[in-house]
């Protein structure tokens, strides 16, 4: 031990870092676009959840064209055969083609609830910030208040006053209830960024505050905000989820969370040959859920420089 | 204190700054009058702790004193309207100590250049701005502009990134530059051609600079034609023209700090008394400042009676003044007729 | 520690050249690995001699490689650095068996350092555990450096400690007992040194220990560094980007660029003739603050970057002597005439000859 300490004090300063270092990220010469796809490649775990958000992606765009046909048919929990994959349904709807076609709506609302989480954070969250005082004061009483209420039982209390009857006002809903703790940490962000000079010096050429807020200061944090909209993503999606599970969300259409939904009201448990149309949109949630939290780990390791260090 | 009759730039009358701490009072700045105007340099050194940057941060708008007048153009600018608050807000401009942290890391150079102009109509489009920008890289010797316009901060070296740094505080065509320490961390070699590039913005532009440095040796050879302000511990210890404070200092504690400094020549560096000559090293806390003049305590000119009265900067010679009971008393009654003639 | 009637800083120490040296360093080079996997001679291929009791300063601007060859020389190199070749000799006194630094192993290493040589860190804070009382620490250096077959007497360390920080002018009763933060910036720097010289080293390194401190208290710890070096005789390297700190401490200077020394020489002959442009420039870039005002003159340009060095003479792309012949290849270090005797004085310029520096007065004082 003794000598641990002892040497420990020779060891060279962190920060004293020898000059060559910064030679050598000039001498690397990349751009970064294609530096960040160069260091998303060297985690694999990375490209795998990279790999599988583009292919959920892609199979919702392409859905239609996959396999379009969501017909009504007399042939009620049909069993796997060459024309139904994976079976049907309870109206006799091909369940591949509901699985297929099932992602736009967890994907559109998953998306649209995280950006406006991640909007409203960053608003609220920069500003109060910026300004202090008694605007700071409210949100963050704010902010607080919405933490305390337990979300999925907000959501299940609006959901049975005001019966959203699309999925945007799932989303709206979802993504106004999800801002507080993101806001939090763009506001400790945007505390410490603000003191640097650059900002001093953007208020001494007076840039408006706008701008400084949302042009200067924001952007310094676009991997940190980039990072938390996929996680709000992943919040969004099991919120939804919950929603539907629970029976308080629209229930026209076609998607995953209604197919479970169903199932699970419609006795599909207790009917083997119904056994796919459960786990199919189980499974393609938990895929969805995976890639992104996969994709939201390396992306962290890339943009935070302390983590790759190490 | 200005040769002719005109207002200065920036006139700082009996300014104070108390910052207020749990632990007490900090008199960061007590009592501190200066001024500068176009075309001229005024040297504020001395050690950390002193009050130099607090001062610059007050002249330039960052802090509101807690005592007396910061004037610009005659006008105190905390009383000013809006319109008259941004004509100053635009006219005097601020450089940074550090050129890491002073340029916003995303912004490339033109970015960084272009938004002021753009902002305040100095530029009518992008293509003027660009313009614009192009011959502010030029101004600050940042040549041939292109090559440093679509940079970013990063990737350009310390000394080109505080070029960058004072052709931003150019674009808004100010009077006054306030520089922080603005050399202080660039290599001896790229600190000259900045000092010879301010130099010139100077004597060109006609622009006033109130230059904060702790380096007496720069404080030389910036303000020579100008004058200098020695701090200690909040309060202005002696002001005079540049060579005479250096060349002949009158105040124990600037001849302390002249003593200090080391010269690049060996045989004359090695003439200096040790520890400057002082008796103590020990620089006092702000918040138990030492009774009657502060620096009694490690005065090598220590006199009974000098930790009981406070000593006042008074006039010694023309445009001289110094606050120390031993010198200033002797000088006062060595050029007391001279100094009338002068005057009178 | 015979010499320590006599005041002038040349005539003393230089004689000492008939000693054997205390450091002998041979082409010494040291390398980085980047991330993209190729190297760079951050050091390149750098040889000097180090005589007891002599200060030898290393100057140049950031990145000239000067901290790097600090820490080579204590193999002290950050995981990314190594050393493929050259050689590193230490003698504790003229003749004593030679010990190969680069062959001694970790245990021997870190047996090696703070007995026999200490480095003093820019900076004092983070060399310090932060957790950890000044007199712990203290305890601790000297704890894993007892002798075999001793055993530490806790009691003696202390008072070893203790005698050592009155010895830098710190009260030990105060310090001994305070954690790291809670001492001024030059206090820790002298808490610094008198913990490196806990166990009589023979050769300290110092990289840049002033900077960052206050006029008056830099020149506090320069006082103390020149008195200690009086008292106990040990020979130090003194790196600093401040060439006036370096005619203050100094009896050798060596000017490092791109990773090489350029040039070396005594005190005199490097700040009154010097014979490398690069030298030259940076001395007429420093001002002064007594007497005259100079001219000031900035070297062109920019260091170049280690893993892009140009063809030739590194320094042509911005000399003013520079001729063809000088980007064609790499100039030799020749050894030049030099003013004390007893000296020598090396450059690698082939131009030396014409190399004549003068500083322009521009107002009289």
């Known amino acids: 031990m003794g000598i641990n300490v002892a040497d420990a004090t020779l060891e060279p300063a962190k920060g004293e870092e020898p000059h060559v270092s910064e030679e050598v990220v000039k001498a690397k010469g990349v751009g970064p676009i294609r530096g960040f796809f160069r260091e998303l490649a060297r985690s694999t775990s990375g490209l795998i959840g990279f790999i599988i958000v583009v292919l959920l992606v892609a199979m919702t765009i392409f859905a239609p064209l996959l396999r379009g046909n969501l017909k009504p048919t007399t042939d009620y929990w049909a069993p796997f055969s060459a024309a139904h994959p994976l079976g049907t349904s309870g109206q006799g709807i091909d369940t591949l083609a509901m699985v297929v076609n099932g992602g736009k709506t967890v994907l559109l609302v998953g998306f649209g609830a995280a950006a406006l989480t991640v909007l409203i954070a960053v608003v609220i969250g920069s500003l109060a910030a910026y300004f202090r005082g008694w605007f700071d004061a409210l949100m963050l009483q704010v902010a607080d208040l919405f933490m305390t209420i337990p979300q999925i039982v907000l959501l299940a209390v609006m959901g049975s006053l005001f019966r959203f009857d699309s999925p945007f006002w799932l989303a709206v809903i979802v993504g106004a209830l999800s801002w507080p703790v993101l806001m939090r940490s763009i506001r400790a962000q945007v505390l410490t960024l603000k003191e640097r000079e650059f900002v001093e010096a953007a208020r001494l050429l007076d840039l408006g505050t706008l701008r400084i807020v949302f042009v200067e200061i924001v952007p310094n944090m676009a991997s940190f905000i980039l990072i938390n909209f996929i996680i709000a993503v992943t919040n969004a999606i099991y919120a939804m989820v919950g929603l539907y599970l629970l029976g308080l969300a629209p229930l026209a259409g076609v998607n995953w969370g209604i197919m479970v939904q169903d199932g699970w009201t419609n006795g599909a448990m207790f009917n083997p040959d119904a056994l796919p149309y459960i786990l199919a949109p189980v499974a393609m949630i938990v895929l969805l859920q995976l890639g992104l939290i996969l994709l939201t780990r390396s992306l962290e390791e890339i943009l935070n420089p302390r983590l790759r260090d190490r | ?344 | 520690m015979s010499d320590t009637s006599v005041a002038s800083p040349s005539s003393t120490r230089t004689a000492k050249r008939t000693d054997e040296p205390v450091l002998s360093v041979r082409d010494l080079v040291v390398q980085y690995r980047t991330g993209s996997g190729t190297t760079v001679d951050a050091v390149n291929s750098v040889s000097f001699d180090l005589y007891p009791n002599q200060a030898l300063a290393l100057v140049g601007e950031s990145g000239c490689g000067k901290t790097t060859l600090g820490l080579g020389l204590l193999r002290l190199l950050p995981r990314l650095g190594h050393i493929p070749s050259g050689s590193i000799t230490y003698r504790r006194q003229p003749g004593a068996t030679p010990i190969d630094v680069l062959k001694l192993n970790s245990r021997q290493l870190r047996r090696w350092r703070w007995a026999e040589a200490a480095m003093v860190f820019q900076g004092a804070q983070s060399a310090f555990n932060p957790v950890i009382t000044i007199g712990d620490q203290m305890a601790d250096t000297l704890k894993a450096h007892v002798r075999e077959g001793e055993r530490y007497n806790k009691k003696e360390g202390i008072q070893r400690a203790g005698d050592m920080l009155k010895r830098v002018r710190l009260d030990p009763s105060r310090v001994l007992g305070s954690y790291p933060h809670e001492l001024s910036g030059g206090m820790r720097q002298r808490t610094l040194i008198a913990m490196s010289l806990l166990l009589d080293p023979r050769f300290l390194v110092l990289d840049e220990p002033t900077t960052a401190l206050d006029i008056l208290t830099q020149r506090g710890i320069v006082d103390l560094l020149a008195e200690l070096r009086e008292e106990r005789g040990f020979a130090m390297i003194f790196i600093s980007h401040d060439l006036a700190l370096a005619a203050e401490l100094a009896d050798r200077v060596a000017t490092m660029y791109a990773g090489q020394i350029i040039e070396r020489g005594s005190l005199h002959d490097i700040f009154y003739e010097p014979r490398h442009p690069y030298t030259s420039g940076l001395i007429n870039a420093v001002p002064p603050v007594v007497g005259d005002l100079p001219e000031l003159a900035s070297i062109p340009g920019s260091p170049p970057s280690l893993a892009n060095l140009p063809v030739g003479c590194s320094f042509a792309p911005r000399c003013s002597y520079a001729t063809p012949e000088c980007r064609a290849a790499e100039p030799p270090e020749e050894t030049i005439e030099a003013r004390d005797q007893g000296q020598s004085h090396e450059v690698r310029c082939i131009h030396w000859r014409e190399v004549h520096h003068e500083r322009k007065v521009i107002a009289r004082a």
């Open chain 2, 1 to 344: 204190m200005l040769e002719s009759g005109d207002t200065p730039l920036l006139r700082m009358t009996h300014v104070d700054q108390t910052f207020k701490t749990k632990k007490g009072d900090v008199p960061a700045v007590q009592d501190v009058n200066f001024e500068v105007g176009p075309g001229q340099v005024l040297c504020l050194v001395g050690e950390s702790g002193c009050g130099k940057t607090t001062s610059a941060r007050m002249a330039g708008g960052l802090l509101k004193p807690t005592g007396g007048e910061v004037a610009y153009l005659g006008k105190n600018i905390w009383d000013m309207d809006s319109k008259e608050f941004i004509d100053y807000r635009r006219s005097v401009q601020y450089v940074h100590q550090d050129p890491y942290a002073s340029l916003n890391p995303i912004r490339s150079v033109a970015a960084t250049l272009t938004a002021p102009l753009l902002k305040h109509g100095l530029a009518k489009n992008r293509h003027e701005a660009w313009e614009q920008a192009a011959e502010l890289c030029r101004r600050v010797d940042l040549t041939p502009p292109e090559a440093y316009l679509s940079k970013f901060p990063h990737q350009l070296s310390g000394g080109q990134r505080q070029r960058v740094a004072v052709a931003r505080a150019l674009t808004l065509n100010p009077k006054l530059i306030i520089a922080d320490e603005s050399t202080s961390m660039l290599d001896v070699s790229i600190r000259v051609g900045m000092l010879k590039m301010l130099g010139k913005l100077r004597d060109e532009l006609n622009v006033g600079f109130l230059f904060i440095t702790h380096d007496l040796a720069i404080a030389k050879y910036f303000g020579w034609s100008g004058k200098t302000a020695v701090m200690y511990l909040g309060k202005v210890v002696e002001i005079g023209p540049t060579p005479e404070v250096i060349n002949n200092p009158q105040h124990p504690y600037t001849r302390a700090l002249l003593n200090a400094v080391p010269e690049p020549d060996p045989d004359l560096t090695r003439t200096k008394l040790p520890n400057g000559g002082l008796r103590s090293s020990e620089i006092p806390n702000l918040r138990e400042l030492p009774t009657g003049c502060t620096f009694h305590p490690r005065c090598p000119l220590f006199e009974a009676g000098c930790d009981k009265v406070v000593p006042i900067l008074a006039e010694i010679g023309p445009n001289r003044e110094v606050a120390c009971h031993v010198t200033g008393r002797d000088t006062r009654s060595q050029t007391d007729s001279p100094t009338r003639e002068l005057a009178g």
